[in-house]
Structures are given as C-alpha cells and as structure tokens.
C-alpha cells in the first residue's frame, strides 16, 4: 500500500476523534477506554472481518496513534502495509466480484479509520499509560509492530 | 375582546354577503326578521370562534414508550490475567492502568 492509501485509510478518522470525545465523560475513572466510542463502533458492525483479523486491525490503529502522541515512534511504512494484508486476508467469501471487493476495502478501511480516531482521542487523554502500553508493544519479541 | 369583535363583524359580513343573494327574494316573502336573527346568530358564532383563538394551539400527544436498553457489550469481558480486561466483542485488550494492551491483545485474540 502506499502512502497515500494509509493517509486514506486514516483519514475517516478525524470525524470520529470528536464523537469519541464526546463519550469520555461516560467513563469510570479507572477505565480510559472510551466504552461508549466503542459501543457505538462496534456492536452493529458487519462481519467484514474475522475476530483475528478485527484484532489485527486494532493493534494497526493503534500503533498508527502512537505515532502521533507518543515521541519516538514512527510508521514502517512497508511493515504497515505487510501488517494490513495480513490483517485483512482471506476476505471474506461472499467478496466474490471486484465491486465486491471494493466495497469490502472501503468498509476495512473505514473501520481502520474509525479505530485510529478512538485510540487517537484515548492516547490524547492519558498519554502516559497510552505510551506505557506502547513502549510495552515494543519491548515484547512475541509480538511483531510496524514501527520503524 | 377586539379579536371578539373582529370575528363577529367578518361574520356578520359573511352573512350580509350571503343575504344579499336572498335579500331580492327574500324582499318579496318579506323575510327581513329572518335575516336579522341570522345576523345576529353569525355574530353570536363568530365571537365564540374569535374566543377560541386564545385556547392552545398544540395537541399533545403521550410520546412512544423509550426502546428498550441494549444488552451491555461488555458484559462478556475477561481477564485472562492480573491486571489484563479483554472485550470479545471490541476484540481488544486492555491494562490495569486503563490504555489499550496490544500485546495482549495480540496473545489473547489470535
């Protein structure tokens, strides 16, 4: 994927950030995760991904926001692309026609865009345990990342 | 009060109007009481519909009863460890500390 395909994908996020917003006085005080954000993302969204691959894509989102609240991260952009294939592979079989799969991508993409916008207004929150959990990502060798 | 009269003279027109067609017939039958007493009448009518624009315009109506609460999403979260949230349905991981865990997120969800 180019460059310009993730700052596409990404860029649905900035009508969330604010609706994620918004949500945040709903929360605990020791919860930072935005519930309510998510709620709204999650719970009627169509089966366009498998639980694995949904996962996939969160870990993508959220690395691709700590890029921009945490210093000393940036994206690999080859690794990035590598990861959203993996993460997005198989498609699902009813994809069948290339209006199918266009479709399909702009709805991954959305919901990729989506996810950064709730990691980014979280992170923006609480930086310290948001770069916390990110340094932690990035010490772990089990678990590969997509910075540089 | 003036509204009242307002609508008894538009009244009492409407019937002089309407009398005026009957009048030519009705100077031959010699029905001039008739007409007064329907003057008279429209007024009396026209001042209670004058009167009654004071009276509340707005109808309402019991609104529909809310919807019920959605079954809570995160009512099958675990912890698969000390200190780690996961939410099934968010696919997500979260640390005691409260932020996102994607590493455990990537353990637990694959």
Redesign the interface.
Known sequence: MTNFGIHKALIAAGAVVGLAGAALAQDLP????L?GA??DL??DQEPILT??Q???L??LA??AAVTKICDGYELDQAKFAEGLSDATYPSPATVTTPDDMKHWETAVYFRLGASYGI?LA??NA?PD??C???A??KA?A??P?VWR | MRKAILGATLMAAMATSGAVGLSQSAVAKDNTGAVIGGLVAGAVIGAAVASSVNHPSKIYVNPAPPPPP?PN??ANAFSPSPGVTC??????C??A???????M??????
């Open positions: 020791d919860d930072l995760r519930d998510w709620e999650v719970v639980d694995v949904f996962a996939k969160n870990n959220f690395q990691f979280e992170g609480h345990a948001f916390a959990n990110a932690e990502l772990d089990e678990v990342n | 959605r999403p995160w939410y099934p349905v968010q696919r997500a979260y640390k500390n409260g932020a996102y865990a994607a590493n997120t990537a353990k637990i969800f694959r």
